[in-house]
Nanobody, 119 residues
Framework: VQLQASGGGLVQAGGSLRLSCAAS????????MGWYRQSPGEQRELVAE???????NYADSVKGRFAISRENGKDTVYLQMNSLRPEDTARYYC??????????????WGQGTLVTVSS
């Protein structure tokens, strides 16, 4: 499974971007799909994720500004990012966790898309 992410770019503070991530094939059973980010010298951190049941989890720093959603029937997620701040600047990585068959759990990462927020 390959994850294709798009939507990153350069935006001014207060602006918006929408990230998309699509899996090349649907997993047997998806558990969760989401976005992580990593800035230079920092650890990768969870930004937002959505479970197969529709539950969502957000980092405290993005609550109220970012919204994750998914496309029904596909392993595809979107991250709407509003009121962007310079501290949101990072490479954003798509993540997919689930089962490739009834017995085998898998985790996949995308290559990352760069988001740069200028002040």
């Amino acid at each position: 499974v390959q994850l294709q992410a798009s939507g990153g770019g350069l935006v001014q503070a207060g602006g918006s971007l929408r990230l998309s991530c699509a899996a090349s094939q649907k997993m047997f059973s998806m558990r969760a799909m989401g976005w992580y980010r990593q800035s230079p010298g920092e650890q990768r951190e969870l930004v937002a994720e959505i479970t197969s049941g529709g539950g969502t989890n957000y980092a405290d720093s993005v609550k109220g500004r970012f919204a994750i959603s998914r496309e029904n029937g596909k392993d595809t997620v979107y991250l709407q990012m509003n009121s962007l701040r310079p501290e949101d600047t990072a490479r954003y990585y798509c993540n997919l966790r689930g089962f490739s068959d009834p017995w085998t759990s898998r985790e996949y990462w995308g290559q990352g898309t760069l988001v740069t927020v200028s002040s």
